[in-house]
């Protein structure tokens, strides 16, 4: 099926946000400023806050699509409060004759190669120019719309097979606090060590998008590893002779990674994770880190559910100190302190959790079904296979 070929900039108008003055940030205040860490999942990010005058053109309402142009480069519908619209984020507004579930989709489908266009210096930067003159196939409205319903039903499926495995995951922590306790209060007084004595960070590589492949080896980045799952919808990949090039940033299956950006301050468990075996080797890209557990003190599933913690993400992001960083460095790991319980005891615990866990893993498999049917229909869709007009 052939559809016509249009820019993006002739379906849809594009607001770039305000450069806000950072002197006149505040902790609270009248109204909240979007930033690029508060899109996508991060419901419980921080918000900074306006109190001065501004232009009403920046205010974000409740189902408007936004697309972030810096970093991990990325698609959200705004489900927030009404807010402001900061620099480095773009508010796509779609014209009449274009259904706003399909453009969502569309943009989504696409993401990767938007992420291409980025101009590299220290983080990805893709220009609003270049933004206008990608081309996408645009079909009649009604068949916009019928392939917004499927995708949707499709999205949903998905969406409930991730809230199963939340419940599953939040079982599992509250047999952790049951065990051991509030590991910072340590009421039960558990040997404590720093973490530079029980742990050691190796942190990722900065690779460009303009390095992707089709295929290759698997680039961790901080988007596949931080719902709580594998997701493959981010899954990039770098040519294979990368892993000679890059042999002291290579992950594999059963290591235990943190996320050190955008989601560490949340109260879900999403920043911790021990990498599955759906390939035989990863690479780790910036600001996703590999942590290596001495198992004289500790057991590497112990670590990982004492690292989520909401408690232990406060210790972590200087909450508890008031501080409110937006990232974790080498050394906040390193100064934790860390509770090392016998090894009696966590190898108990490892035990109880593995019972959890092969509930945990029927989720998941349920989980990558949904996302593979997800994936196919995406595909199907705008390969015009999906509906017929």
């Known amino acids: ?33 979007i930033r690029i860490q508060n899109l996508g999942n991060n419901v419980n990010e921080k918000f900074i806050w306006w109190n001065e005058a501004y232009d009403k053109k920046f205010v974000v309402k ?32 779609p014209k009449n004759d274009v259904d706003a579930k399909w453009f969502y989709w569309q943009i989504t489908n ?42 949707d039903a499709a999205d949903a499926l998905k969406r ?9 995951d939040e079982l599992a922590q509250a047999i952790f606090i049951d065990m051991f306790g509030d590991p910072v209060k340590n009421e039960k007084g558990w040997e404590v060590y720093k973490g530079r004595d029980v742990v050691k960070v190796l942190g990722g590589a900065a690779f460009k998008s303009t390095d992707y492949t089709d295929d290759g080896i698997p680039l961790i980045r901080i988007g ?5 799952y594998f997701d493959k919808n981010q899954m990039v990949f770098l040519p294979i002779d990368f892993a000679l ?28 994770y021990i990498m599955e075996d759906y390939f035989d080797q990863y690479l780790l890209n910036q600001r996703v880190a590999k942590l290596i557990v001495k198992q004289d003190y500790l057991k590497t599933r112990f670590f ?51 019972s959890v866990y092969s509930q945990i ?21 705008f390969n015009g296979e999906l509906v017929n007009e």
């Open 304 to 354: 990982e559910f004492l690292l989520k913690q909401k408690e232990v993400k406060a210790e972590l992001t200087g909450v508890s100190r008031g501080v409110r960083q937006a990232n974790i460095s080498n050394e906040d790991i390193y100064n934790l302190d860390v509770i090392s319980p016998p090894m009696v005891l966590q190898n108990d615990f490892v035990e109880r959790i593995n």
């Open 245 to 272: 090039s890059y042999e002291r940033y290579i992950v594999k299956p059963k290591d235990l990674l943190i996320t050190l950006t955008g989601t560490v301050g949340k109260d879900d468990y999403g920043n911790v």
């Open 160 to 168: 409930k097979d991730q809230a199963l495995l939340k419940k599953y």
């Open 62 to 93: 409740k189902g408007d699509l936004l697309l972030s142009l810096s970093g991990s480069i990325k698609i959200d519908t705004w489900k927030g409060v009404d807010a402001l619209l900061n620099q480095r984020i773009v508010k796509l507004i």
């Open 1 to 33: 099926m052939s559809w016509e070929m249009v820019k993006l900039d002739k379906v849809c108008t594009m607001l770039s946000g305000n450069a806000w003055s950072a002197s006149k940030f505040k902790d609270e205040g009248i109204i909240p400023i």
């Open 361 to 381: 893993e029927t989720s998941k498999n349920s989980l990558l079904v949904s996302d593979i049917l997800f994936q196919t229909l995406i595909q199907k869709a």
């Open 110 to 151: 696409i993401i990767l190669e938007i992420e291409r266009m980025g101009k590299w210096a220290l983080v990805n930067n893709v220009s609003i120019t270049d933004l206008k003159d990608l081309e996408i196939p645009l079909p009649p409205l009604p068949i916009q719309k019928s392939i917004a319903e499927i995708l």
């Open 224 to 228: 596949t590893i931080n719902k709580g």
